[in-house]
């Protein structure tokens, strides 16, 4: 919602406002990197891996909109976004405490709820917080800020277990399997939750909205009908562009949640050949997936970057085509490669794929949605994340053994493909052009 005229904020500001997400994207870097493995230490089964990971999309789906739809309508001394960010920040900490303790797998997966919830309770507000904040012409910098963080949190997540092999070796393992690096990684991921975000609400408050827009929120009370009444207008109102991108959402965000989930199997099998999750060989594997995970977020950190006058040239729409493209070539390569370097270069395309999904489909529904409803279509436009994700789970265990072998380089294969065809549905989206700069008086 707009409230006071807004000012231009200075690049400074920008990242001060974005360096919560560093922490935010920390934890999912985390999640990303070492869940997998941690379910495989504890016993889990390939074929049924991905109902494990059920906790992201289906917090998600429940948490994000109705976040939303309560961020739009409250108004409080802290403002209207920072009680949720703030809120979800405390769970997030504690549950990444916790999450290397696990003693079974129906603890770990446990705590993957509570974490996946902390986590959703903290996206949709932060995503809404940069949109009110920034006059349009700023946005891409904002979002694409926002990827930037994402890269280099992820980048510093997975190479975490790494850099700690310089002080505890990595065979040191806990009564469970676990091994300790992973447990200090987890540790440090608390830390940065909580710290990360209370530094950006400190320093680029949010803007006091104005008696009129107090008034107006008085007139529509946060109460839970009220809530549900104004997520089923805004999907009954939905912009049309919005629905556009619902298609390259599909592809390619059950292309990447199949990836994260199997890219360490991939490895194992491509380059150690094992697929037992119990030998020092997978325990390798993890640790070069990890790498190749820092590896791609740190290109995704300078590419998110890069991208920025890119998008301001040619839109963010054609450029998340060519992102997407380079991300789908990439997963196609992986299952042939024979060496860990082949490996590495690989993910050049998978980090600029990943900087444009968390950046580029930002800017485009920015241009799409009223700025009053930016809460709610944040959170609704979660649902086209964890639809997708929601789907690969459900529908992965069903064809993973008779359709793709059991062979987890073939799910990789079929992500290839969903990402091109992500980056063609793209085309389609009628947003994302280059937007013309507005002189306004700068503050910050």
Same mark, same amino acid.
């Given at each position: 919602?707009?409230?006071?005229?807004?000012?231009?904020?200075? =690049?400074?500001?920008?990242?001060?406002?974005?360096? !919560?997400?560093?922490? +935010?994207?920390?934890?999912?870097?985390?999640?990303?990197?070492?869940?997998?493995?941690?379910?495989?230490?504890?016993?889990?089964?390939?074929?049924?891996?991905? =109902?494990?990971?059920?906790?992201?999309?289906?917090?998600?789906?429940?948490?994000?909109?109705?976040?939303?739809?309560? $961020?739009?309508?409250?108004? $409080?001394?802290?403002?209207?976004?920072?009680?949720?960010?703030?809120?979800?920040? #405390?769970?997030?900490?504690?549950?990444?405490?916790?999450?290397?303790?696990? $003693?079974?797998?129906?603890?770990?997966?446990?705590?993957?709820?509570?974490?996946?919830?902390?986590?959703?309770?903290? @996206?949709?507000?932060?995503?809404?917080?940069?949109?009110?904040?920034?006059?349009?012409?700023?946005?891409?910098?904002?979002?694409?800020?926002?990827?930037?963080?994402?890269? /280099?949190?992820?980048? /510093?997540?997975?190479?975490?277990?790494?850099?700690?092999?310089?002080?505890?070796?990595?065979?040191?393992?806990?009564?469970?399997?676990?091994?300790?690096?992973?447990?200090?990684?987890? #540790?440090?991921?608390?830390?940065?939750?909580?710290?990360?975000?209370?530094?950006?609400?400190?320093?680029?408050?949010?803007?006091?909205?104005?008696?009129?827009?107090?008034?107006?929120? %008085?007139?529509?009370? /946060?109460?839970?009908?009220?809530?549900?009444?104004?997520?089923?207008?805004?999907?009954?109102?939905?912009?049309?562009?919005?629905?556009?991108?619902? /298609?390259?959402?599909?592809?390619?965000?059950?292309?990447?949640?199949?990836?994260?989930?199997?890219?360490?199997?991939?490895?194992?099998? $491509?380059?150690?050949?094992?697929?037992?999750?119990?030998?020092?060989?997978?325990?390798?594997?993890?640790?070069?997936?990890?790498?190749?995970?820092?590896?791609?977020?740190?290109?995704?950190?300078?590419?998110?970057?890069?991208?920025?006058?890119?998008?301001?040239?040619?839109?963010?729409?054609?450029?998340?085509?060519?992102?997407?493209?380079?991300?789908?070539?990439?997963?196609?390569?992986?299952?042939?490669?024979?060496?860990?370097? %082949?490996?590495?270069?690989?993910?050049?395309?998978?980090?600029?794929?990943?900087?444009?999904?968390?950046?580029?489909?930002?800017?485009?529904?920015?241009?799409?949605?009223?700025?009053?409803? &930016?809460?709610?279509? @944040?959170?609704?436009? &979660?649902?086209?994340?964890?639809?997708?994700?929601? #789907?690969?789970? +459900?529908?992965?265990?069903?064809?993973?053994?008779?359709?793709?072998?059991?062979?987890?380089? &073939?799910?990789?294969?079929?992500?290839?493909?969903?990402?091109?065809? !992500?980056?063609?549905?793209?085309?389609?989206?009628?947003? !994302?052009?280059?937007?013309?700069?507005?002189?306004?008086?700068?503050?910050?």
């Amino acid at each position: 919602m707009q409230s006071i005229a807004k000012p231009r904020l200075s =690049l400074l500001r920008i990242i001060e406002m974005n360096i !919560g997400f560093f922490g +935010l994207q920390f934890s999912f870097g985390l999640q990303q990197a070492n869940m997998g493995p941690i379910y495989g230490f504890l016993g889990a089964e390939e074929a049924t891996m991905p =109902l494990l990971w059920l906790a992201g999309p289906m917090t998600g789906l429940l948490v994000q909109p109705i976040i939303g739809a309560m $961020s739009d309508r409250t108004s $409080s001394r802290y403002g209207r976004r920072t009680p949720y960010f703030l809120i979800g920040a #405390i769970i997030c900490s504690l549950s990444l405490f916790l999450m290397p303790y696990s $003693s079974t797998l129906w603890m770990a997966a446990g705590l993957l709820w509570i974490l996946d919830a902390g986590n959703n309770i903290t @996206m949709e507000p932060y995503r809404a917080y940069v949109a009110d904040r920034l006059v349009p012409d700023q946005r891409s910098i904002g979002f694409l800020t926002q990827s930037a963080f994402t890269g /280099l949190a992820q980048t /510093l997540s997975y190479l975490a277990p790494t850099l700690l092999t310089s002080f505890v070796a990595r065979d040191v393992l806990d009564a469970n399997g676990i091994p300790v690096v992973v447990k200090i990684a987890f #540790i440090i991921g608390a830390i940065l939750s909580i710290s990360t975000i209370a530094w950006s609400v400190w320093r680029v408050p949010e803007l006091p909205m104005s008696d009129e827009e107090k008034a107006t929120l %008085a007139d529509r009370p /946060l109460t839970p009908a009220a809530t549900l009444a104004d997520i089923v207008s805004a999907i009954r109102e939905m912009p049309k562009a919005m629905r556009q991108l619902s /298609l390259a959402m599909l592809c390619q965000w059950y292309a990447m949640f199949a990836y994260w989930q199997y890219i360490t199997f991939a490895v194992g099998r $491509s380059l150690y050949d094992t697929s037992d999750p119990s030998s020092a060989a997978f325990r390798d594997a993890t640790l070069t997936t990890q790498q190749a995970g820092a590896l791609y977020n740190f290109i995704a950190f300078l590419g998110a970057l890069l991208l920025i006058p890119v998008v301001r040239k040619l839109g963010a729409r054609l450029t998340h085509a060519f992102c997407l493209t380079a991300s789908g070539i990439a997963m196609l390569l992986i299952p042939g490669v024979e060496t860990t370097a %082949a490996l590495f270069m690989l993910m050049l395309g998978i980090g600029i794929g990943w900087a444009g999904m968390m950046g580029n489909t930002y800017v485009m529904l920015a241009d799409a949605i009223p700025p009053e409803r &930016n809460g709610i279509y @944040m959170g609704i436009f &979660n649902m086209f994340i964890v639809i997708p994700m929601l #789907i690969q789970t +459900l529908t992965m265990p069903l064809f993973y053994e008779p359709l793709l072998g059991g062979d987890p380089r &073939n799910v990789l294969l079929l992500g290839g493909g969903l990402m091109i065809l !992500g980056a063609i549905a793209t085309m389609f989206v009628d947003a !994302g052009r280059p937007v013309p700069k507005v002189m306004q008086p700068q503050a910050g």
